[in-house]
């Protein structure tokens, strides 16, 4: 990618890509909100309490949401292999290419504004690495242990407890599960913070476009 | 050594056969006692030796204390509830959070219930064996036990067919060669001196109060949710009333208070019909166990009081079983026990497997020291490299027992201290009965210090227990009937409602004694906890001074009529119902490290 | 006739007539895959069989588990003692002390090599060779390694055999170990919760005895029967936390209807018991009926994963006090910080350059550029 002078929109996201995100943002949202307040649930409602189902409904949404964003975690791994391009960035980060850590050094002098960015087709660097550890992972981890939470109620002849009831073995005691769940919670809604901002503010000052790439799919460049 | 006087009073000569039985089978926990026998075979030395220790202090360190009475609670599964009751205690004391009336109330009937269950099945489950020939029950007619059931009382099972069937139901066990938690027993030893039909009438009653027990703690599920181990909270109860209103059904409501009360009414029957009787009749077979195995009790006896009638006043206008203690003998003269007085109760650990800084000193429990020091002394025989130890030396450390002292002195806790303590202060009822056993048995005061006279004491606490039980259980009702049905004080539930720091002490009478509790706590967690519970002052083992303990006073003198088959042994120390884990758990604030512990 | 009860006599005591014995013995000849041949066999070991001796042995623990199974009502612990099993050893209730004790345990080792079970109360310390617990002048150590070496099955009664309880906590002073991490060879079926509740302890072992086998167990050698299903799922509060009603304090009005013990710590909705379907103390009641949530005491290192009263457990790695939420909001506020300095150092230095703030990027910074991402 040249470094000066402006060029044509690239097309860098493609339809499966953008609608994924999007779809994974709401997932991300209901999870996060409703999650929250399994964990500590909002003040008692008072009244009949057959005609009542407040946890009920939070917990609905909560495991409705939480296998839509299962599915959504094998749909973007097999965006890879249609999509392709930079799709796999998500997963891994190019830290085999030589100016990869001269990027990422870069991307981190960019965010203390003691240097200016390159210009990127896909992710940065630092937003690769940020990508995997913020988001990536810790969705894993809420996807195994939230398969094995399930387990729980499913029980031992249910399908989630064969592939996931292993987790409860690792544990011994399910609180933990639980803890590590919501641990992972808290990751990801820091990564909705700062994924927020730094999408905002890349959009604003970068030289590039973040926001509007995701809605169709080009990234024009500035300068 | 060969004979010595301790400072308080009694000879010991550890120059003739040594007799060791461990394990002391039918008590809570793991105990060892040796003893020396002279040539008459009378016991003229003893050694109580705690076997085992759990360590709870360095676990409980650092821990919510609005949880550390499920901790404590795994203390003791026996007398389940006192540890809970004595740190809610503790840290409500700690952090001044005053209980409601109603919490007040249930606390004592779930305590009281606890006494009567714990009595009971003490009498018949871990004592009974000792007075009661069971292979010999199998020789009874079963009309003539069915007359001698009769005629010392009104209790309805005492057909001769009922006798009948259990004697058939013992001698298909002893028959089968499969003789369960009989086999290996001592029967036939001529310490046995029951006839065969207060045998038979012994050995059904045992099944009866095995079957009956499961009801009294009931009582205990009503407000704790389960037994063993009931629930208790910081600040009052957990189980929430209402009687009157919509969602009754999720509280105590009066079909819960009809159960216990249902419940408490069988439990004084079957104590007052069963338990009572069968007490008077066994000791009056046994009156010369009313001179042996008195020990330190026409001395020194202590209890912290217990069953505030007010809900939080501790002074003995309020408490149902006074607080005091007795020196020397002198019933006329109740001394003032409190728990915080940094003089009144210490430690000691010279004889101890843990170390001091100063193994001459005593500490106070808020101050106290556990660290573990496993050693056997110069003259012990064994144990080394895991071998079985032979014979424990006790001039050198022998116990994981510490030696407590209520100003310096070995103190004795318990149903007879509680009662005699109550009777010196002149409590009606408790002098009533008292008074009126003995008279039924034709025997002086001073039988009570005795193996037995604790045994019969254990058994009047039981009916006085099942009798208040019910004033308690109206007490509740009245209060309820009065609109006062709050539970809990949640004002300082909050831990940012705390001191940064605080300590407090906890007191309760366990059924087998004066239990304390002492806490500090900072910044929200615990600091440091202790507990000297009834086991550590009865099972003591020496102090720096000599004194020997109440178990080690009690076996002296004691005649044996075959060493090799200890019965007379397991009848005194059970006369104080040991309860080892509590004894030995022993928390203390430092943080005992075990490094040190060795075999040597 | 041999000298021993039978199990056949036992059952034809409790009113099985001997047709319904033989099919008994029918269904277990078919199981054992020996075939219609095969009853005759297993009708003669019935009858020939002396009922099952149990040495019940207790290292560092409460006696909690022994009273418990004291309360049991059906069956109740006398029926249990006298006709179904021997239980030859027990220290909490047995008649023998000292010298007698001990060679009961060696009598029925020998005797009765494979064929007893061993029941095991507390757990067993290793630190100190063994010293925090003596039974007999020796570490228990040696006597479980004895006794559990010859079994046929090893009952690990509570939370203490099976995974440690309360000695097991942090730090664990005496390393204390639950009992199926010293057996290899023999089965053994965990019972935990402290106690276990009485029913559930008299169940397994008369269907043990009934069936003549040891019963499913999951990963954690526990009864599939009993410990299969939490305590939230079958509680009878259950709707009123799916309605969103909960005890928000002690004594307030929810507790007063008997809302749910969710906000107060309940450990219902991560405990395996069943508590909530059996109850305790013949159902009168079990913790959460009684007001006080649950605090999980049939789980693994259930101590280690307080306060009893926080839905979150502490996490004492990050310090005192925290848990995930307090963890959570710290690394917020991290995060927000730096966001905000960094918005607003932006901000400060467009103003103070003078520039726009929508646009090129080029003035943020005049160093070279170095050859980017190129594709």
Redesign the interface.
């Known amino acids: 990618?040249?470094?000066k002078g402006m060029l044509p929109p690239v097309m860098v996201y493609g339809p499966g890509v953008r609608i994924w995100h999007w779809l994974n943002a709401l997932a991300v949202v209901v999870l996060g909100v409703t999650g929250y307040f399994i964990?500590?649930?909002?003040?008692?409602?008072?009244?009949d309490?057959?005609t009542?189902?407040?946890?009920?409904w939070?917990?609905f949404y909560h495991l409705a949401f939480g296998y839509v964003f299962a599915l959504l975690a094998i749909m973007r791994l097999w965006l890879v292999f249609v999509e392709g391009g930079v799709t796999l960035q998500l997963y891994v980060p190019a830290i085999w290419r030589r100016?990869w850590l001269?990027?990422f050094i870069?991307q981190i002098?960019?965010?203390?504004?003691?240097?200016?960015?390159?210009?990127?087709?896909?992710l940065?660097p630092l937003g690769s690495v940020t990508m995997l550890t913020m988001f990536v992972i810790p969705g894993a981890v809420m996807i195994l242990t939230g398969f094995a939470m399930y387990a729980?109620?499913a029980?031992?002849d249910s399908w989630q407890y064969f592939l996931f009831?292993w987790l409860?073995?690792l544990f011994?005691?399910?609180?933990?599960?639980?803890?590590f769940h919501?641990?992972a919670?808290?990751?990801m809604?820091?990564f909705v913070?700062?994924h927020v901002?730094i999408a905002v503010?890349e959009d604003?000052?970068?030289?590039q476009t973040v926001i509007s790439t995701m809605l169709s799919g080009e990234r024009q460049f500035?300068? | 050594m060969s004979q010595i006087t301790t400072p308080n009073g009694f000879t010991l000569d550890n120059s003739g056969r040594r007799v060791?039985?461990?394990?002391?089978?039918?008590?809570?926990?793991?105990l060892?006692i040796e003893v020396n026998v002279d040539s008459g075979n009378v016991i003229r030395n003893a050694v109580s030796v705690g076997?085992?220790?759990?360590?709870?202090?360095?676990?409980l360190k650092?821990?919510?204390p609005?949880?550390a009475w499920?901790?404590v609670q795994?203390?003791?599964?026996?007398c389940?509830g006192v540890h809970a009751l004595a740190s809610v205690r503790a840290v409500e004391d700690a952090l001044g959070i005053p209980i409601p009336a109603s919490a007040n109330s249930i606390r004592n009937i779930m305590h009281l219930a606890l006494y009567a269950h714990d009595h009971l099945?003490h009498f018949y489950?871990?004592h009974a064996?000792d007075w009661v020939d069971?292979v010999s029950a199998l020789s009874a007619s079963p009309k003539a036990t069915s007359e001698l059931a009769q005629s010392i009382s009104s209790w309805p099972n005492s057909s001769p067919g009922y006798f009948s069937d259990v004697q058939k139901?013992v001698k298909?066990?002893v028959?089968?060669?499969?003789?369960?938690?009989?086999?290996?027993?001592?029967w036939g030893h001529p310490a046995y001196k029951l006839p065969p039909e207060a045998n038979l009438m012994a050995v059904a009653h045992y099944?009866e109060a095995?079957?009956f027990?499961?009801e009294i703690?009931?009582i205990q599920?009503?407000?704790?949710?389960?037994?063993?181990?009931?629930?208790w909270?910081v600040?009052?109860?957990?189980?929430?009333?209402?009687v009157h209103?919509?969602?009754?059904?999720?509280?105590i409501n009066i079909e819960r208070l009809n159960?216990v009360a249902d419940i408490a009414e069988r439990t004084l029957a079957f104590i007052s019909q069963v338990y009572i009787p069968d007490l008077l009749a066994i000791a009056s077979f046994y009156k010369d166990w009313f001179k042996l195995g008195g020990g330190l009790s026409s001395q020194n006896l202590l209890s912290y009081g217990e069953f505030p009638s007010i809900a939080n006043d501790t002074s003995n206008h309020s408490l149902m079983l006074p607080r005091g203690a007795i020196l020397g003998g002198d019933l006329t003269h109740l001394h003032e026990v409190d728990l915080k007085d940094p003089n009144q109760v210490h430690e000691f650990v010279d004889h101890s497997w843990y170390n001091y800084p100063d193994e001459k000193a005593g500490l106070h429990p808020w101050d106290g020291v556990t660290d573990?020091n496993?050693r056997l002394g110069p003259k012990s025989r064994?144990?080394k490299n895991?071998?079985?130890?032979?014979e424990i030396d006790e001039g050198d450390k022998y116990s994981?027992i510490k030696a407590p002292r209520w100003k310096g002195h070995a103190m004795e806790v318990g149903p007879l201290a509680r009662l005699v303590i109550a009777y010196a202060a002149g409590d009606k009822r408790v002098k009533e009965m008292v008074d009126g056993t003995l008279k039924k048995l034709d025997l002086p005061l001073t039988a009570l210090f005795s193996t037995m006279g604790r045994t019969a004491a254990r058994g009047l606490e039981g009916l006085w227990a099942a009798e208040k039980l019910k004033e308690e259980i109206a007490g509740l009702q009245a209060n309820i009937r009065s609109g006062n049905t709050?539970?809990?004080n949640?004002e300082k539930?909050e831990p940012k409602t705390w001191p940064t720091e605080a300590k407090g002490a906890g007191y309760s009478e366990a059924p087998r004694g004066a239990l304390g509790h002492w806490i500090k706590i900072k910044?929200?967690?615990i600091d440091n906890y202790q507990c000297v519970v009834p086991t550590t002052w009865n099972a003591s083992p020496r102090d720096p001074a000599g004194n020997i303990g109440p178990y080690e006073a009690a076996l002296l003198g004691v005649p044996m009529a075959n060493p090799?088959?200890?019965l007379e042994i397991?009848r005194v120390v059970h006369s104080f119902d040991p309860c080892l884990?509590c004894a030995t758990h022993v928390i203390g604030p430092d943080g005992?490290?075990?490094t040190e512990?060795?075999?040597l | 006739m041999s000298?021993?009860?039978t199990f056949y006599e036992v059952i034809r005591q409790r009113g099985v007539s001997r047709r319904e014995f033989l099919g008994f013995c029918a269904v277990m000849a078919t199981m054992l895959g020996i075939g219609p041949k095969g009853v005759a066999t297993v009708a003669h070991a019935m009858e020939t069989k002396?009922?099952i001796?149990v040495l019940w042995l207790?290292g560092?623990?409460?006696?909690?588990?022994?009273?418990?199974f004291?309360?049991?009502?059906h069956p109740?612990?006398?029926e249990i003692?006298?006709?179904m099993?021997?239980?030859?050893?027990?220290?909490?209730?047995?008649?023998?002390?000292?010298?007698?004790?001990?060679?009961?345990v060696h009598d029925i080792i020998r005797d009765y090599r494979g064929e007893y079970i061993l029941a095991v109360e507390g757990n067993i310390p290793l630190?100190?060779?063994?010293?925090?617990?003596?039974?007999?002048?020796?570490?228990?150590h040696?006597q479980f390694d004895e006794a559990a070496e010859h079994a046929k099955a090893i009952i690990a009664w509570g939370t203490c055999a099976s995974?440690g309880?309360?000695?097991a906590?942090?730090?664990?002073?005496?390393q204390?170990t639950p009992v199926h991490k010293l057996v290899s060879h023999v089965p053994v079926i965990n019972v935990p919760g402290?106690?276990p509740i009485?029913e559930v302890m008299t169940g397994v072992l008369s269907y043990i005895l009934t069936y003549d086998r040891l019963p499913e167990l999951?990963?954690?050698l526990r009864p599939?029967m009993f410990y299969?299903?939490?305590v939230h799922?079958k509680c009878y509060?259950r709707?009123?936390?799916?309605?969103?009603?909960?005890v928000?304090?002690?004594?307030d009005d929810?507790?007063?209807?008997?809302?749910c013990l969710?906000?107060m710590g309940c450990?219902g909705?991560?405990t395996y018991n069943a508590?909530s379907s059996m109850g305790?103390?013949?159902g009168?009641?079990?913790?959460?009926?009684?007001?006080?949530g649950c605090?999980?005491?049939s789980?693994?290192?259930?101590?280690d994963?307080?306060?009893?009263?926080e839905?979150?457990?502490?996490?004492?790695q990050w310090g005192?006090?925290s848990n995930?939420?307090k963890?959570?909001v710290v690394?917020?506020s991290v995060?927000?910080g730096a966001?905000a300095v960094?918005?607003g150092?932006?901000l400060v230095?467009r103003i103070l350059t003078g520039k726009r703030?929508?646009?090129?990027?080029?003035d943020?910074?005049d160093?070279t550029?170095?050859?980017?991402?190129?594709?």
């Open positions: 990618m040249p470094e964990g500590m649930p909002p003040p008692s409602v008072i009244g309490t057959s009542l189902y407040v946890m009920g939070i917990r100016d001269d990027g870069r002098k960019w965010n203390l504004l003691m240097a200016k960015p390159l210009r990127y087709v896909g940065n729980e109620v029980g031992h009831g409860t073995m011994g005691n399910t609180l933990d599960l639980h803890l919501r641990l919670m808290w990751v809604m820091w913070m700062v901002y503010r604003i000052l970068s030289r500035r300068d | 060791v039985i461990d394990p002391v089978t039918r008590i809570e926990g793991h060892r076997t085992m220790w759990r360590g709870l202090e360095p676990i650092g821990r919510d609005r949880d499920a901790f795994r203390i003791c599964g026996v389940t099945v489950h871990l064996l069971v139901k298909q066990m028959g089968s060669g499969q003789l369960g938690p009989f086999r290996n027993g001592y099944i095995l079957n027990q499961r703690v009931k599920a009503v407000f704790g949710g389960k037994n063993p181990h009931p629930m909270l600040g009052g109860v957990p189980s929430a009333i209402n209103g919509a969602g009754a059904v999720g509280a159960l573990m496993f064994g144990g895991g071998e079985r130890i032979e994981y709050a539970t809990a949640t539930w910044e929200g967690r090799s088959k200890p397991l884990a005992g490290l075990l512990a060795k075999i | 000298k021993h009860e002396p009922r001796p207790h560092l623990e409460c006696t909690c588990c022994s009273e418990s004291l309360r049991s009502g109740m612990a006398s003692i006298t006709s099993i021997s239980l030859d050893y027990d220290d909490t209730i047995m008649a023998a002390a000292g010298d007698q004790a001990e060679e009961i630190a100190n060779d063994g010293m925090a617990c003596i039974v007999g002048g020796r570490p228990f040696h995974s309880c309360v000695q906590a942090r730090p664990n002073p005496t204390a402290c106690p009485a999951d990963h954690q599939k299969s299903q939490r799922d509060r709707a009123h936390f799916d309605a969103g009603q909960f928000e304090a002690w004594d929810g507790a007063r209807q008997g809302w969710y906000k450990r909705p991560t508590c305790w103390n013949e009168v009641s079990f913790p959460i009926k009684s007001g006080h605090i999980g005491c789980e693994e290192g259930f101590w994963r307080g306060p009893f009263y839905r979150l457990p502490d996490m004492h005192i006090e995930a939420d963890v959570a690394g917020a995060l927000g966001v960094q918005a150092a932006t230095k703030l929508k646009g090129s990027a080029d943020a910074a160093e550029e170095t050859p980017g991402n190129k594709k």
